[in-house]
């Protein structure tokens, strides 16, 4: 089925047999997460491809001008289904709900699982910044056979939560080291800007993100970072050796654009991969398959001349 047919699906009842097994057998969930086949294990080398799906839990349902894009969840799972039947798609990042549909559809088969720990913060709350732990636990994650979790981290010197959030963020750090689980800190030096919170993507203040957020917790053994693409990706790379993905925000430029920076910070040291979201389930051609076969080739693409390079020296 191509990619065309499955988003122009209207059937309302395709997804009725998720209502039908919650509604009947909740345990369900778990029992498909203990029977899923793991992921064969994170090398050095290979950059990972995670698709992200965890904006709709924090109120954020806009891609592009269009406000209520991820509103509709039957066609969500349409474009999670598409991308990750690419075998080139090495995971997911979702909410808890998300991430239970994608159990009992057992799309998950192979793939590394993220689960996304703290959605309080949601867009356009009064206290934004205080970005609470309401989604997935440590212990939670560790339950369902998860590779690891990702939190948000922004960081606004303007405003006192910031505090509380980075003593969360700590500890939830350590709850998943403690499980040997990943902890994918996602950092922003943020502001607050008539009502709205905008998160400062200069090249100084990503690095700065990164420097206080590599020092959180009691170890950093399990720790990877969740960048944004800037300017001088270099200089931001230079400050830190953790492992990196990168991120792909709500789009803005043309599709070719945002792919060309991509590729370039991909052949950086220490890039893991990339962790994209909206970009590729909402691009402007409505064509999700052709978008993350792209996305991966530059990830393979990468994978070659880095190796191309390391042969070299």
Known sequence: MSSAATISNDDPRRYEHLSAIRLEDPAAVARAAKARRRHP??????????????????????????????????????????ALANP??????????????????GALDGKLVFGSMNRGGLTGLINEFDDRFTGHTAAALSELGADGGKMLTRICLGDPDTVSLLEATAK??????????????????????NGKVRNDLSTDAVIKSVAIAAGLGSTSAYTWMKLPVVADMERVMAATTMPTVLLGGDPEGT???VFSSWQAALALPNVQGLTVGRTLLYPHDGDV??????????LQHSQSTRVHAEASE
């Open 255 to 257: 599709q070719d654009e």
């Open 88 to 105: 080139d798609v090495d995971g997911i990042l979702a909410s808890p709900d998300i991430m239970d549909d994608l159990l009992l559809l």
């Open 289 to 298: 398959a052709g978008a993350v076969a792209t996305a991966a080739s530059l």
């Open 41 to 82: 294990g994170l090398k050095y080398g290979k950059q990972n491809f995670i698709v992200a799906a965890d904006h709709p839990a924090r109120g954020a349902l806009a891609v592009g001008s269009d406000p209520v894009a991820m509103a509709d969840r039957r066609q969500l799972l349409d474009r999670l289904q598409i």
């Open 172 to 193: 939830a750090i350590d709850s998943l080291a403690e499980r040997k689980l990943i902890a994918m800190v996602e950092p922003f030096l943020s502001v607050r800007e």
